[in-house]
């Protein structure tokens, strides 16, 4: 199956070319063709299927063969993301598959002026990509107008509604136009996505790639047992002699992630901490840090990581466990995008065995237990001892859960 082959134009076409892309992803082969038919689609994947290409090409593909002459840089498309990073990165796929056309895009977020914002719009833009929030401060002050909206895509939908968006979703669909199509895009199902879909969508095609909470099969996935009091030390051994250049390491709280920032910088290891209590542009400016390589660790909290997209990022590190399991599946997420292998480490203490638990039971599988030597944990875990660079991996099968 090639792009040509799901129904793309030559200007898609080689935009994809230029990204390198040979072939359609999953998801991209099953979502392209049922939204280029124009049907409402209600779609099961987890970030790093390719599911943002999977909604944009064909948006940009409808939006080209409708040919809204009459309607220049009228809003015709709205994406609703739940972070301001999945925002900046959506738009910016919009910007890149669609460079060999004439639409014009703009990314619309809290936490930054809303002047230019309002600028652009003046400008006329065909996509906008928004969080919902500030969406709601432009149409509440009219420096938008979406009654020419043909498309409403709602990504990474569960997030939205664990981040509490959904009433500001419903105000911000109440004044979309009735006819219209309509994608949502959801990493997990839930009793609320049901009916948030069935408020919004119209017979949706259901289309899935992943079992719907499962984590993704490519992340070789590992539990380290360790002492609380000496997480920081392991994880500088491990990215010490791992040799790791790139690591995106979670933490449970803001205050624990610049904590852990700090302390890498002082075992001198290059860290940044990234979280919602800090400005956009630093936010933006750590992202691209880390992307460039300038430094090797971004330490987030969940939300602030929602919507990291970086191109084969080796490893990630829980340095807690998530209390809520579903952040497990998102967090392990940002590594094995698109086919690349990557590696989901966590570094668990006595106190996180409940936590362990509940992941394990959500993703369906026994997690590998190990225990670094020279980093013994409490003698009550049981876990396989290894050496560094040694035998893990080697041993997946299946073992009990942590304690006895
Ligand atoms: P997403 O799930 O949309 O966050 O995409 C994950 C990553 O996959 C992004 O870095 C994309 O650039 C990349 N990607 C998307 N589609 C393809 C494809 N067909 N082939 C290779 N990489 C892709």
Known sequence: MTFKDLGLSAPLLKAIR??????????????????L??????????????????FTLPLLELLSRAKHKTQQHKVKALVLTPTRELASQVEESVRLYGKHLPYKSAVIFGGVKINPQIAALRKGVDIVVATPGRLLDHISQKTINLASVDFLILDEADRMLDMGFVNDIKKVVAILPKERQTLL??????DAIKKLSNQFLKSPKLIEVAR??????????????????RKRELLTHLINEG???????????????????????????????IHGNKSQNARTKALADFKK????VLVATDIAARGIDIDQLPHVVNFELPNVSEDYVHRIGRTGRAGNNGEAISLVCVDEDEFLANIEKLIKKDIPKVWLKGFK??????????????????RNKPRGRGRR
Do not use: C
Not at 19 to 35: H, R, S
Not at 185 to 190: D, Q
Not at 377 to 394: F, H, L, T, V
């Open 18 to 35: 230029e990204q390198g892309y040979e072939t359609p992803t999953p998801i991209q082969e099953k979502a392209i063709p049922v939204i």
């Open 243 to 273: 040799k790791w250049q790139q690591v995106l390491v979670f933490t449970r709280t803001k205050h624990g992630a610049n904590r852990l920032s700090g302390q890498l910088e002082k075992d001198g290891i290059t860290a940044v901490a």
């Open 377 to 394: 944990p409490d003698p009550s875990i049981k876990a396989e001892p290894i050496n560094m660079g040694g035998n893990r991996g080697a």
């Open 293 to 296: 390589g300038v430094v090797r």
């Open 212 to 229: 719907a909470n499962t984590s993704s099969e490519i992340v070789k996935q590992a539990v380290y047992h360790v002492d609380k009091t």
């Open 37 to 54: 038919q124009k049907k409402d689609v209600l779609a099961g994947a987890q970030t790093g299927t390719g599911k943002t290409a999977g």
């Open 185 to 190: 895009f959801s990493a997990t199902y839930s």
